[in-house]
């Protein structure tokens, strides 16, 4: 069955310090798609990366930097130098190529920087 | 330019009534969805529709009914509203399938008393 889970439920770092988002997904798959949507205070959803399963590059956007690893079916953020304005819940999804039009989301974590 | 808009932003209602939430997306996509967000912040999909088209109903209460008059527009009704129905709902939509990205509308605050 499909399933993603982010572990950590709240996370607390000062300004300047890094911190690493853990997502682990379940898929039986070999085509699947996995995502980060940021949701700040606001309450948007912001589309953070998509990646899909055949491309284990990591990925480096500023500050935030992504790390695939199909071995231990992980999907794990992180950011550096954190910031105030990264506080917000962050959530992981996967979505296969199977299901079609179905994407499921984890519980998402909570991230406070604080100043 | 506003990709995905949902209105109202806020809607607060008493138990019993019966109450729309529209969703337009400017993207050109085909897909477009419904999410619900409980207070634990859980996103669940509810439905979701392909070129006009019912593609997923995810065990949702049939007091929720979706409707799309086009491709770019997916509305939400839902009736004799209860406690529960609580929640922020999204509309999101995505060029063909979920596995493309999704971009999602601001959120409607549904207050059932």
């Known amino acids: 069955a499909q399933k993603v889970t982010q572990a950590q439920t709240e996370i607390s770092v000062v300004e300047k310090e890094d911190v690493t988002l853990d997502c682990v997904y379940e898929?039986?798959?070999?085509?699947?798609?996995l995502f980060w949507y940021k949701q700040p205070p606001s309450g948007e959803l912001v589309f953070l990366i998509r990646?899909?399963?055949?491309?284990?590059q990591n990925e480096i956007s500023g500050r935030y930097s992504w790390n695939f690893q199909k071995s231990t079916s992980s999907f794990n953020f992180t950011i550096t130098a954190s910031q105030v304005v990264d506080s917000a819940v962050y959530f992981c999804?996967?979505?296969?190529?199977?299901?079609?039009?179905?994407?499921?989301f984890g519980a998402g974590t909570r991230l406070f920087v604080k100043a | 330019d506003t990709a995905v808009s949902q209105t109202p932003k806020y809607l607060v209602t008493q138990m019993g009534n019966d109450k729309s939430i529209k969703c337009e997306q400017n993207?050109?996509?085909?897909?477009m969805y419904w999410y619900k967000q409980d207070s634990k912040k859980f996103l669940k999909i509810m439905f979701s529709?392909?070129?006009?088209?019912?593609?997923i109903n995810e065990t949702v209460p049939n007091r929720f009914s979706p409707k799309s008059p086009d491709k770019a527009h997916l509305n939400l009704h839902i009736n004799s509203l209860e406690l529960g129905d609580s929640a922020v709902y999204f509309c999101?939509?995505?060029?063909?399938?979920?596995?493309?990205?999704?971009?999602f509308g601001p959120g409607t605050r549904l207050t059932v008393l």
């Open positions: 999101a939509s995505s060029q063909d399938r979920a596995t493309d990205t999704q971009y």
């Open positions: 898929t039986r798959d070999t085509t699947y798609y």
């Open positions: 990646r899909n399963s055949f491309d284990e």
């Open positions: 999804a996967l979505s296969e190529a199977g299901l079609g039009f179905k994407t499921i």
């Open positions: 993207l050109g996509h085909d897909t």
């Open positions: 529709y392909n070129n006009k088209e019912l593609i």
